[in-house]
């Protein structure tokens, strides 16, 4: 199989690069004493379509994850850093996301890049999910990581190739080609 260019791909944040959904879980177990929940029964992206949990503690969680990814604790998945530096030896490193505001996610890849793999990012806070076909395309990306399959599914239908993270809400026969973890993005880009 061909390889893909480091330079035609791009990343979403929430549930690509950070691990949103177990710094969710733990939160709502240490801060309001939920401690039912696991990665697994979180099967739909609308968090509150599959849990039964109080709709206000699952916003209030979800914002703060927004607006101080650090005092939250929110850490990167598992070899995603290691493998953003090996990515940033060869381009920029593209990420768009639904967070509304980029300052704070700024600062959370900051803290976790290398200064030299911090300068090669552009990244994009779009606020809302159905939008990221034109910012991928006017960036150049032929390839985008995601794990909301309905944005899959829209890049699709755009023609961009889209790889969808393996997740629990996302994991219903969609047919679309996946990754299960940073280790399989890096085979696809490198040898």
């Known amino acids: ?66 607006d101080e990814p650090l005092a939250t604790g929110l850490q990167p998945m598992k070899d995603a850093i290691s493998v953003l530096h090996r990515f940033a030896e060869e381009a ?26 911090f300068e090669k990012i552009r990244l994009v806070a779009m606020g809302a999910h159905d939008n990221k076909t034109s910012y991928i395309k006017d960036m150049g990306l032929k390839y985008f990581v995601d794990d909301r399959l309905q944005t899959c599914q829209m890049l699709a239908r755009e023609g961009i190739k889209p790889l969808v993270y393996n997740q629990p809400w996302n994991k219903n026969g969609h047919g679309l080609p996946t990754v299960n973890d940073w280790r399989s993005i890096h085979a696809l880009c490198f040898d």
């Not at 505001?101 to 030299?116: D, S, T």
Request: hydrophobic share 45%.
């Open 1 to 66: 199989m061909t390889k893909i260019n480091p330079a035609l791909i791009g990343f979403d944040i929430d549930g690509v690069v950070a691990d949103t959904g177990s710094a969710f879980i733990r939160i709502v177990n240490e801060e309001y004493g939920i401690n039912s929940i696991t990665l697994d029964d979180i099967t739909s992206f609308e968090v509150v379509d599959c849990l039964d949990v109080d709709q206000g503690i699952i916003e209030e969680v979800f914002a703060r994850l927004l």
């Open 92 to 117: 920029h490193l593209t990420f768009i996301t639904a967070r509304p505001h980029g300052e704070p996610i700024a600062r959370w890849l900051k803290h976790f890049l290398q200064p030299a793999a």
